[in-house]
């Protein structure tokens, strides 16, 4: 059984498109080379197969002429793929190797590769490690767990903040003006247990910080829960959170104190691995 949403929501790309076909976001007025290429490419890897010049053109509103010049661009570069016998397009496998080496830069996922696996063999659960990324909650990692079901989480999938076990844990550890820029705006409600009161989030929040770690039972998604508990730098400074992810049956709102010490122990090492000193 695999699913494509988990405790972080949908995978599926996020592009919206706009009045006359044009992405949101686009710069008003005509592209600039720059512009169009990074949007081309951005919307290739967030495409989940080929796409064909045809529909690229139309998605930014401009000529088959001119997509397919960016278009061998980044294919000459590596950054896109062109299909042989379909001829449509698909991000190439340099954006994979840059990522990687990006992802390594982040010196929390070298640091919890050996606990995420210890984490896994002493749970069974898949374990997801996140990052707080230009005030967004990112995934670094995702371990799939010994159970039947798999979650659709890649590295780089953005974590909703208040109703995800990564989300409350960096809203009770991280900077201080997360909660109050998260709401600024009303919260979505994935399901009937998505926290949307600013008031409750509060407490729950305040939950967080007082027991060390969080759990967001069918916050996003029926019948997923996630575990999660902070992991701090050499600065003693909110680095990121490592979380188990599982069935509310196996990570019930209220986990056993057995699966709390894994989780807070797993993070307490990685902590240590990068320096963090208890004060």
Not at 187 to 203: F, N
Not at 238 to 262: F, M, N, Q, R, T
Request: glycine share 8%; hydrophobic share 40%; with cysteine.
């Amino acid at each position: 059984m695999t699913t494509s949403q988990s405790e972080v929501g949908p995978s599926s790309p996020s592009r919206s498109i706009g009045t006359g076909g044009r992405v949101k976001g686009q710069t008003p007025g005509v592209p600039s080379t720059v512009d169009l290429a990074l949007q081309v490419l951005e919307y290739l890897v967030e495409s989940r197969a080929p796409v064909a010049l045809t529909d690229l053109a139309k998605t930014f509103g401009t000529s088959k002429a001119t997509v397919y010049r960016h278009l061998q661009a980044l294919v000459k570069h590596g950054f896109a793929r062109q299909d042989e016998v379909t001829s449509r397009y698909e991000a190439g496998i340099k954006l994979l190797l840059l990522g990687e080496a990006l992802r390594e830069r982040y010196s929390i996922l070298s640091c919890a590769r050996a606990q995420m696996s210890s984490l896994r063999e002493a749970t069974g659960q898949a374990i997801s490690l996140s990052a707080l990324i230009n005030d967004e909650v990112v995934i670094l990692e995702l371990l799939q767990g010994r159970t039947v079901v798999e979650f659709g989480i890649r590295p780089g999938t953005r974590m909703d903040l208040h109703a995800t076990a990564h989300g409350k844990t960096a809203l009770a550890f991280g900077p201080a003006h997360l909660l109050d820029d998260l709401l600024a705006s009303p919260l979505k409600k994935w399901t009937s247990e998505t926290v949307t009161s600013a008031s409750l989030l509060k407490i729950a929040i305040k939950a967080v910080q007082k027991q060390g770690w969080a759990t967001a039972a069918d916050g996003i998604v029926w019948g997923v829960n996630g575990l999660a508990a902070p992991v701090f730098d050499h600065r003693n400074q909110y680095a990121g959170a490592i979380a188990i992810i599982g069935s509310v049956h196996d990570i019930p709102d209220h986990p056993s104190k057995e699966l709390i010490e894994l989780v807070i122990g797993a993070a307490g090492q990685i902590s240590r691995s990068l320096g963090y000193t208890k004060t």
